[in-house]
């Protein structure tokens, strides 16, 4: 139920988020803020960072806020090592998803499409996730024999790359309290994070702002 909840604040800041930048580019905003600045690159780190920054602080409030309820009400097993390593991934998740949807309505500037867009590509992302969580978890053996829905090798390892770059894979394991390669996930966050702003960056410069 945590999860849940941090999922739903930071998806509404997100939301929110969008709204400003779409309203931004709607209500002629946008252009002004470009003649009081020649450096497009700049607003559009302005925006990601804004997101993100929003973005992290909801998530971690909320988080800590579960935590500490936690500690009164269901039993603590967690080193605090082992939360202090999956809060840092979760953030670096939740930065990699302001910037990804950020991304979306810088590059398509208005609100009504960007929310669209994103719900649906947010959509897409949660169905890929659950998809490759429901044949990661497969066990080799199962009732003493091997089990057929089991699935290694190279396969298992694209897989495994593939739920870690996505930032809803990353939720899922959060959520079940068991991220395989918390590094990994963390170079995942950084690369979304990084491509996110460098296309941005890259398509706002060339946009025609009327």
Known sequence: MSELIVYLFTKSVHFNKYNAIGSDFGDGVIRNKLIATDDRRSLVLTYCIVSSVASVCCFALVTLFSAGIGQLVFENNIRISIFVEYLFVGMLMTVAFACLHSMTTIIIGNKTSAVIVSMGSSFCMLLLSMRLNSILVQDVYKNGTLNPNYVGG?????????????????????????????????VCSLIVIMVSVIISCVFFVRKDIK
């Open 154 to 186: 190279i396969r298992r390892v694209l897989y495994l790359m593939i739920q870690d770059i996505n930032p809803y894979g990353q939720a899922a394991q959060l959520s079940s309290w068991n991220i395989i390669n918390p590094a990994r996930c963390i």
